[in-house]
């Protein structure tokens, strides 16, 4: 069974850094594209970030380049999303997404909380 | 990076059919045939209806249904059913590495 699972989310202060981890399971994490996707209370789904399946290209929204990165380890079934100087607006809850041919995401982790508040 | 542009709500009654509409630009929707849907209940995690502008994974009721015409994407719902009523986003790949969602619509059933 395909499973991810998010985890590193919680309270941080403006400027402050959280990484956040999705673990793979049930599927060959190395031939699939994966992505970032968050959503903010009461408000729609932002795509945030991709990576494709090796890590050598990644693509990111206007509103986290220069301050998120997204990489993955194939060997430990693991993509991340590393964020630096968060901002309140930041405060979604942040799903990690297979891709399972070219932005067909077809199965999502629960979600992980991020809160940005001083 | 603009969102696509979605309706905010539509409303049907349980068995009729209801089409959602999903607008974007030359540079995203109407240059590839990657528009997917998704639907989203509260404190779920959404799942894929439709991709490829019109394919349906398997195990997805064949009362979805996708469609496109230049920058506008479509998903209707036919036959109405209780637990259809969520929020529905469309995703459009947009080019240079990027994706795009939609403001998303909630559909309410009557």
Same mark, same amino acid.
Do not use: W
């Given at each position: 069974e395909v499973q991810l699972v998010e985890s590193g989310g919680g309270l941080v202060k403006p400027g402050g850094s959280l990484r956040l981890s999705c673990a793979a399971s049930g599927f060959t994490l190395s031939t699939y594209w994966m992505h970032w996707v968050r959503q903010a209370p009461g408000k729609g789904l932002v795509w945030v970030s991709h990576i494709n399946s090796d890590g050598s290209r990644t693509g990111s929204a206007d509103s986290v380049k220069g301050r998120f990165t997204i990489s993955r380890d194939n060997a430990k079934n693991t993509m991340y999303l590393q964020m630096n100087s968060l901002r309140a607006e930041d405060t979604a809850v942040y799903y990690c997404a297979r891709d399972y041919n070219w932005n067909a995401l077809d199965h999502w982790g629960p979600g992980t909380l991020v809160t940005v508040s001083s | 990076q603009s969102a696509l542009t979605q309706p905010a709500s539509v409303s049907g009654s349980p068995g009729q059919s209801i089409t959602i509409s999903c607008t974007g630009t030359s540079t995203d929707?109407?240059?590839?045939?990657?528009?997917?849907w998704y639907q989203?209940?509260? +404190?779920?995690?959404?799942?894929?209806?439709?991709?490829?502008?019109?394919k349906r994974p398997s195990g997805v009721s064949n009362r979805f249904s996708g469609s496109k015409s230049g920058n506008t994407a479509s998903l209707t719902i036919s036959g109405l059913q209780a637990e259809d009523e969520a929020d529905y986003f469309c995703s459009s790949?947009? +080019?240079?590495? &990027?994706?795009?969602? +939609?403001? +998303? &619509?909630?559909?309410?059933?009557?």
């Open positions: - | 929707i109407g240059s590839y045939n990657l528009v997917s989203k209940h509260p +404190g779920k995690a959404p799942k894929l209806l439709i991709y490829e502008d019109i790949y947009g +080019g240079r590495t &990027t994706s795009v969602f +939609g403001g +998303g &619509t909630k559909l309410t059933v009557l």
